[in-house]
Every structure is written in C-alpha cells, then in structure tokens.
Nanobody, 125 residues
Framework: VQLQASGGGLVQAGGSLRLSCAGS????????MAWFRQAPGKEREFVAT????????IYADSVKGRFTISRDNTKNTLYLQMNSLKPEDTAVYSC???????????????????WGQGTQVTVSS
C-alpha cells in the first residue's frame, strides 16, 4: 500500500490550497484516513480525520471551520481543502490510512498503519 500526497505549495495568508492523497489500494478498505502535519522544530500534530463513509469527521481546534477533509473511494483519494490559511499552518502535511482505526483513537498517529511522504505547505504573511 502506498500513499502519495500532493498539492502543497506557497500561498499568501488568507489564501487556499487543496491537498490530495492518492492511494495505491482500495481506500474503501481503510476505516479511517487522516491528515497530520509537522512544522520545523515541532512535533507532528493531528489535523483531521474521516471515516470510510465520510459521515464522521474530526478536526483539530486550530483548523476547525477553515479546513475540510473529504474522500472519494471511487478514486482512492483523500482530500484536504484548506481555506483562510495562516502562517502558523506552515508545515509538511502527511496523509495516513488505517484499517482498524476506531473513532476514539482516530486523532492519534499511532493508530494508522500507512503513511504518505508528505507535501510542503508554506503560508507567507
């Protein structure tokens, strides 16, 4: 199983980006898919997660109302629409997938089995 994240780039504060994460396997078999990010000198942090049907999502407080996670199981792809970007959103964003993740642990990186390589998002002030 491979995950390939893309869509990062340089954007001004207040702008938008849409990240994609293409999976080599059938995403319908992954109970949860998620985005995490890591800024320079900081620990990796949870951004958002979504269950297989798309009916259950969880967001970090820092992105709630600005970011939207979605998935298209027919295309084996996970998305992250990021609006109203702030300089503090600057980080490497990685996607993750897990077959056995449960809701109560879906914000924990240790719950996920598969990880993409990450895509850089830089927000200038």
């Amino acid at each position: 199983v491979q995950l390939q994240a893309s869509g990062g780039g340089l954007v001004q504060a207040g702008g938008s980006l849409r990240l994609s994460c293409a999976g080599s396997g059938r995403t319908v078999s992954w109970r949860f898919m998620a985005w995490f990010r890591q800024a320079p000198g900081k620990e990796r942090e949870f951004v958002a997660t979504i269950n297989v049907s798309g009916g259950s999502t969880i967001y970090a407080d820092s992105v709630k109302g600005r970011f939207t996670i979605s998935r298209d199981n027919t295309k084996n792809t996970l998305y992250l629409q990021m609006n109203s970007l702030k300089p503090e959103d600057t980080a490497v964003y990685s996607c993750a997938a897990g077959k056995s993740v449960i809701l109560s642990s879906s914000a924990s990186a240790s719950a996920y089995n598969y990880w993409g390589q990450g895509t850089q998002v830089t927000v200038s002030s």
